[in-house]
């Protein structure tokens, strides 16, 4: 069984300042992991993924990802907040043979001006 | 692209309506998925179909059913709205091999 926990269901950062959304998964069986963005009253667009070799992943709009397999994290990052990433974002985990993902609550982000 | 819609954006019902939510893919995929989201408790998987007229129990199925006559198509249905009921409502697809899911708009359901 999977389970996934975002850490801090409300961040804020200024404009320019880093960018760190924690995510840490439970799973039995290697692991995907996804990060989804969600604008306000929009469906989920994928971020990036990590499913098998390297560990740090880019995704859009400057975001990154390392998958800690130690540490069973997987935090995004973005060096330089811009107002346009105020959204909501989700982790996910999947099994790697599986078909079904599981979200964390999710994590609103606020970019102050 | 993937363009994966939904019927509705916004829909009002009343306790004890029949209510359906249609999900339409137009990229030939085998799995189809319905969430419902609430705040504080990300998305939960109320039923999946990975194939024409079959479907699988989510995590939240109890007062949800669920229709796939077509592959393109997936009904979410709730045979008699109850109040909380009251959410946004999520389709999803994805390939039969592939993990990644791709998501529709999103119905907010209000039952009053």
């Known amino acids: 069984a999977q389970s996934v926990t975002q850490l801090g269901s409300h961040v804020s950062v200024s404009e320019g300042a880093l960018v760190l959304l924690r995510c840490n998964y439970s799973?039995?069986?290697?692991?995907?992991l996804f990060w989804y963005v969600q604008y306000p009253n929009q469906g989920l667009q994928l971020l990036l993924k990590?499913?098998?070799?390297?560990?740090l992943v880019k995704g859009i709009n400057g975001f990154e990802a390392e998958f800690k397999k130690s540490e069973t994290s997987f935090h995004l990052t973005k060096p330089s907040a811009h107002m346009s990433d105020a959204a909501e974002y989700f982790c996910?985990?999947?099994?790697?043979?599986?078909?079904?993902?599981?979200f964390g609550a999710g994590t609103i982000l606020r970019v102050k001006s | 692209d993937v363009k994966v819609t939904q019927s509705s954006r916004y829909l009002v019902k009343r306790t004890g309506e029949k209510v359906f939510l249609e999900c339409v893919q137009d990229m030939d995929h085998e799995n189809m998925f319905w969430y419902r989201q609430d705040p504080g408790l990300g998305l939960r998987l109320i039923y999946f179909s990975y194939d024409v007229k079959m479907k699988e129990k989510g995590d939240i199925p109890e007062g949800y059913s669920v229709s796939r006559e077509k592959k393109e198509r997936f009904s979410l249905i709730l045979e008699s709205a109850s109040t909380n009921q009251t959410s946004m409502y999520l389709c999803?697809?994805?390939?039969?091999?592939?993990?990644?899911?791709?998501f529709g708009p999103g119905t907010r359901l209000t039952v009053t």
């Open positions: 799973s039995s069986v290697p692991p995907y």
């Open positions: 996910a985990v999947s099994a790697r043979y599986g078909n079904k993902l599981v």
């Open positions: 990590y499913t098998t070799g390297a560990t």
């Open positions: 999803a697809s994805s390939l039969i091999r592939q993990i990644q899911q791709y």
